[in-house]
């Protein structure tokens, strides 16, 4: 009996133990963070990009092992996070690295030209000349570190990553269609076996707040240019209406006729004149 008390005894420290490591190790952590935070501050990106790099995955290993339960490994990815974090701290001192003449927020763009002259650019290859950090790239509400596509917008429930859609494809000037949008003949009543292309596009604007579109209607030159230009107008608006059914705020959109004035094929065939007859879809607003 006394064995077996003394044993759960033991086992109770050992439990007490761990937990007084575990809340030790997280602090050093968090100490750790505030380091590499102070380094990046400094300039470290720039004047040591390698060991801020190791202070910030080491540090993030260590969270990991943590979590597990392994504080041994812990530990071990702590250190080299500690010392990493050091030495970007050395490296990064204004006497060692130097930043650029009236550099206040120590991120290499001179404060004449940056601006956000408080607040360093973070450098990622997005927008890195203006000096202003894009904490989300692409604005689509998901931060950059959790975001599998920084760099297209997309829903947090795919990672951040666009839609794959059937009808269309988003680029960064159009929404390109993949098939065209069908009219009743010389009407401007779409038909509805175009309404599916038509919901994608309203999923797209709902998706991205702050696009706005330009929905161009085009003709071929069969008949007056007068009457062409007033069919192409009123196709153009058809289409904002229904989208506008869809919930899309039509503050959004713009819709222009053309007419025949900006064809993609020659007039003088057929199915050059079939591909004239279309809608267009311009993003003048990401």
Same mark, same amino acid.
């Given at each position: ?5 003394? !044993? ?18 997280? +602090? ?31 540090? *993030? ?11 041994? &490994? ?40 940056? @601006? ?12 890195? +000349? ?20 920084? =760099?297209?917008? !997309?829903?947090?429930?795919?990672? !951040?990553?666009?839609? @794959? ?20 003949? =010389? ?47 009123? &196709? ?8 506008? !059914?869809?919930? *899309?705020?039509?503050? &959004? ?20 004149? +079939?591909? =004239? ?10």
């Amino acid at each position: 009996m006394r064995e077996r008390c003394r !044993g759960a005894c033991l086992l109770a420290l050992g439990v007490l133990l761990s937990g007084c490591a575990g809340t030790q190790l997280r +602090e050093a952590v968090g100490d750790v963070r505030g380091e590499a935070a102070q380094a990046r501050k400094n300039g470290a990106l720039r004047c040591a990009p390698r060991e801020l790099a190791l202070a910030d995955s080491n540090t *993030v290993f260590a969270e990991r092992e943590l979590a597990e339960g392994d504080y041994f &490994r812990a530990r071990e990815h702590l250190q080299v996070a500690e010392d990493s974090a050091q030495a970007a701290l050395k490296l990064s001192a204004p006497d060692v690295c130097g930043r650029a003449p009236g550099d206040f927020d120590h991120d290499g763009i001179a404060d004449g030209v940056d @601006k956000c002259p408080n607040e360093a650019e973070d450098k990622d290859g997005f927008e890195d +000349e203006d000096g202003c950090p894009d904490p989300d790239n692409d604005k689509d509400g998901l931060l950059d570190g959790k975001d599998k596509c920084p =760099n297209e917008p !997309g829903p947090a429930e795919s990672g !951040g990553c666009p839609k @794959k859609y059937e009808h269309i494809v988003v680029t960064n000037e159009k929404i390109e269609l993949k098939q065209k949008i069908f009219f009743e003949t =010389n009407k401007s009543t779409i038909k509805s076996q175009s309404f599916g292309l038509l919901a994608e596009i309203a999923n797209v604007l709902q998706t991205r707040p702050t696009m706005r579109i330009r929905i161009e209607g085009h003709t071929d030159t069969q008949g007056p240019r007068s009457r062409n230009m007033t069919l192409s107008q009123a &196709r153009a608006d058809a289409v904002r209406f229904h989208l506008e !059914g869809l919930g *899309v705020s039509r503050a &959004r959109m713009e819709s222009v006729g053309f007419g025949p004035d900006q064809p993609i094929e020659t007039n003088r065939t057929t199915a050059g004149r +079939e591909k =004239n007859r279309r809608v267009e879809f311009v993003i003048v607003q990401q």
